[in-house]
């Protein structure tokens, strides 16, 4: 009898782990003689955006337009460039991610300037300074002190030599402790030496990892209103590695948690083989079963911190920390006026306000740096031109309630088929189906076939789901016209998810109610501190009316609505939102704060009693 294994995803407690897990090695501080020095200290091959100083005008380059070295500049084509769009940064998110951008007039332009200077300092360490790479600095005169490089090493990579990663930072670490005694020695006070590794090669690897998936991130962070910097996520939390785990838990490229995975529908399970063993499938292991979750959750954030900026470290670092830091902004900050808003205070905070900020939190340099390099790390795309068709296309499937089928079934008429199918750049070094059916599906553990025939132990028996968890797998497009035509009816219909050239097209104008134009300006109105009981009020009302309107009609649309508002919900009904709002209250006093007016809405005295919060340390 065959004893399926354990249940892969056992309960955790909620309240205790971080939101956006951690990978092993995440960035630290070393402390030397009492005294902190601020390194980028890497302890395996993943990317962590780093610790740094700022150093004003230490590049002189167009933060928009950098490069990476020894790269061959790409073709001209008819098509739009990333800096082009209206969701690139530098346009969204105008000015803070604009250099060009007036600042004279601004009540903040010191802290817009030194922030710009932070952007610069990333810029460079993702276009420029490769993995080879240590720069030392001097904090109190922004003078570079040395810029050391492990050229043995890096002659061997360009010479074709396969580097672990890992190995190359320890000998950067190694260097790097002999560089700081160095300019300790000739007088540099330890605190004042700051120390930043490039991650160059790496961020161009990244990036050639998510060419099939790149045009979904940029279409959906569009759909979502978010600007581009999301679509850089997996480059700074995994260098786009979907099977890497956090020393928390945390897995996919995106870096979740299980217990949110599970709530937001990707799962694990495994599924039996023609000799009798088990296939173990994990979702988190498909760039496109994860991120949508990844996405929604981002937004969900952004609401509830109230601009995209905050909420791109909050995915990070934890919304309660950037709920403390907008506390600090409170009573630390000379710049706390009327006309504020929280995309300021973060500014404030990775700058002027660092110190204040990081000390007895855990927002330390690793969470300063990381928006910050998300825009290093888009900025290494260079003018890169955005392709029309996507690079993978596919169908996301799933079988009828109560069919069976094994795999070598459903693949056997695609096989006899007179056809030509697509199945993605993944699959084109690959010859057999079955072969490219496993290149389609990472998530399922299937082994290798030597002889190009379905193994034994890779005929799984596919069923609609199990135990309650959707059973999904990936065709290409015209896969199930063929089915169908071969007889094979076993593929529900209602189930399908296209990923083409539509896929995450804008809502039709008839789906946007008025219950979500009240709720973007109630997001409106949080970005200048409308952290208030009223606003927590109108928001739990809001959130009731997305519950009946996914009821009424379960669009995707009104799903992803529903998902968004409720963890933003989860969020305002935590202790660190109730100390925010306090402190809000206490700040404002008597200060007209330049916010939305928001439209009344009906009461309702039924609101649940149960509070879930996914607000981290």
Request: cysteine-free.
């Amino acid at each position: 009898m065959r004893v399926p294994p354990p249940d892969p995803f056992p309960e955790a407690d909620e309240s205790s782990l971080p939101q956006a897990g951690r990978l092993i090695g995440r960035l630290s501080a070393v402390m030397l003689s009492a005294v902190t020095l601020l390194v980028l200290l890497i302890v395996g091959p993943q990317f962590h955006p780093g610790q740094s100083q700022i150093v004003p005008g230490l590049f002189p380059f167009n933060l928009a337009s950098s490069s990476a070295p020894d790269e061959a500049p790409t073709e001209e084509r008819a098509t739009p460039a990333l800096n082009d769009l209206s969701a690139h940064p530098s346009t969204k998110l105008s000015p803070y991610f604009t250099p060009s951008a007036p600042l004279a007039s601004m009540g903040n332009a010191a802290v817009l300037r030194d922030f710009h200077h932070l952007l610069r300092q990333y810029v460079h360490q993702q276009t420029q300074d490769s993995n080879f790479t240590i720069r030392v600095m001097d904090r109190r005169s922004n003078e570079v002190l040395e810029v050391f490089t492990l050229t043995e090493l890096q002659n061997d990579y360009r010479h074709g030599k396969n580097l672990d990663w890992e190995a190359v930072d320890e000998h950067r670490y190694e260097a790097m402790e002999r560089l700081v005694d160095k300019y300790e020695k000739r007088g540099v006070p330890l605190e004042d030496i700051t120390v930043r590794w490039g991650r160059a090669n790496q961020v161009r690897k990244a990036h050639e990892r998510d060419r099939a998936y790149q045009a979904y991130e940029r279409r959906l962070a569009e759909y979502l209103g978010l600007s581009l910097l999301a679509t850089e996520m997996g480059t700074v939390e995994t260098f786009n590695q979907d099977h890497l785990v956090s020393a928390a838990g945390a897995r996919s490229r995106y870096q979740m948690l299980p217990w949110i995975l599970r709530r937001s529908g990707v799962t694990e399970y495994s599924l039996p083989t023609e000799d009798e063993s088990w296939v173990r499938v994990r979702e988190e292991w498909h760039p496109l079963l994860v991120l949508e979750p990844a996405f929604l959750l981002l937004r969900g954030y952004v609401n509830a911190v109230g601009h995209e900026i905050p909420g791109l470290s909050a995915y990070h670092t934890g919304p309660g920390n950037i709920f403390k830091l907008y506390r600090h902004y409170y009573t630390s900050a000379e710049h706390f006026t009327r006309s504020s808003t929280v995309a300021d205070a973060y500014a404030w905070a990775v700058t002027d306000g660092f110190d204040t900020v990081s000390e007895g939190s855990t927002f330390g340099g690793d969470s300063r740096g990381y928006v910050p390099a998300l825009y290093g790390s888009l900025v290494a795309r260079g003018d890169q031109r955005i392709d029309p068709s996507p690079p993978l296309e596919a169908a996301r499937l799933q079988l009828d309630p109560g069919t069976t089928l094994t795999l070598r079934e459903l693949l056997a008429p695609l096989d006899a088929a007179d056809r030509t199918f697509d199945w993605g750049p993944a699959a084109d070094t690959v010859a057999s189906t079955y072969s490219r059916f496993r290149a389609l599906n990472p998530h399922f553990d299937l082994p290798p076939a030597s002889d190009g025939t379905i193994p034994a132990g890779g005929n799984v028996r596919l069923v609609s789901s199990v135990e309650g968890r959707a059973v999904q797998f990936f065709l290409p497009l015209r896969a199930p016209d063929v089915l169908r035509d071969a007889g094979v009816d076993a593929i529900d219909s209602t189930a399908t998810f296209r990923y083409d050239g539509s896929t995450y097209a804008p809502p039709a104008p008839s789906q946007v109610t008025r219950w979500d134009r009240r709720y973007e300006t109630l997001v409106e109105d949080i970005a200048h501190f409308g952290f208030t009981e009223e606003n927590r009020t109108h928001l739990l009302r809001l959130y009731e009316r997305f519950q009946t309107l996914a009821e009424q009609r379960p669009t995707r649309y009104r799903r992803r609505q529903l998902k968004i508002i409720s963890t933003h919900r989860r969020l305002w009904r935590s202790g660190p939102w109730e100390e925010l709002a306090e402190a809000t209250k206490r700040a404002t006093k008597g200060m007209k704060i330049e916010g939305h007016p928001l439209v009344a809405l009906p009461t309702n005295p039924s609101l649940p009693d149960s509070l879930q919060s996914d607000v981290d340390r």
